[in-house]
């Protein structure tokens, strides 16, 4: 039945070691055969940056994001901002945002807080100099993140919304779209659903991030974007209207604000 839906992820890291053993498989015939149009795969360190700009090239439904994930700046080489930089002025057409970036307080191990809202952003500059989106990732880090955003408007995507409705409204004010996936069908998920009810349809995406957050009932399994309709039917609840519509909302606005023509 699923092949009936056309499904967009707007966040998936296909480039992950989870995906060594099949990876040829799952974006070859697993995905496509169940309805899957459209996909971004985000960059987290340079190298897996470069592996997402690789598999853009490879698969037709694939896009890149490329950029340096907050639990990754302590580990980055000196020149990554230099490397990042290189990358862009290829200027390759499946190169669609810069991501995944942002702010993670979650981890006593993360670089400190200064050098990642640093990095953060560098990033965000750069995004604006090449006129592209940022999908940006904040846990554990809302004051700081909004901050830096009201500071630098970008546009993008909060990816894995975790924030409260409030938030949600602000960001919505200057412009950003709010990505849900499987956090909405955890069991204590009533502030992601409230989310869902009340995001305005225009600014709604549809992700997973996987091979992590897979929705219940495959909670602790490897995640990948065939469990969107999944997350989906509860978004679909919570806003009263049909799986089928949250799906069509989630590439809509995907190919609107990151430019893609599907």
Known sequence: PNSMNRIFDSHAHYDDAAFDSDREMVLTTLLPQNGICGLIDCGASLESSRKALFLAQKYSYIYAAIGLHPEEVKEAPENWLTELEQMLKKKDSKLIAIGEIGLDYHFAENASREEQKKAFIAQLELAKRYDLPVIIHDREAHGDTMEILRKYRPRGVMH???GSVEMMRELVKFGMYVGLGGAVTF?????PVAVA?????????????????????????????????????VIAQARNCTTEEVLQLGIENACRLFHIAL
């Open 187 to 191: 069991k204590n998920a009533r502030v």
């Open 160 to 162: 894995c919304f975790s």
């Open 197 to 233: 009810a009340a995001v305005p349809s225009d600014r709604l995406l549809t992700e997973t991030d996987c091979p992590y957050m897979a929705p219940v009932p495959f909670r602790g399994k490897r995640c990948d974007s065939t469990m969107i309709p999944k997350s989906a039917a």
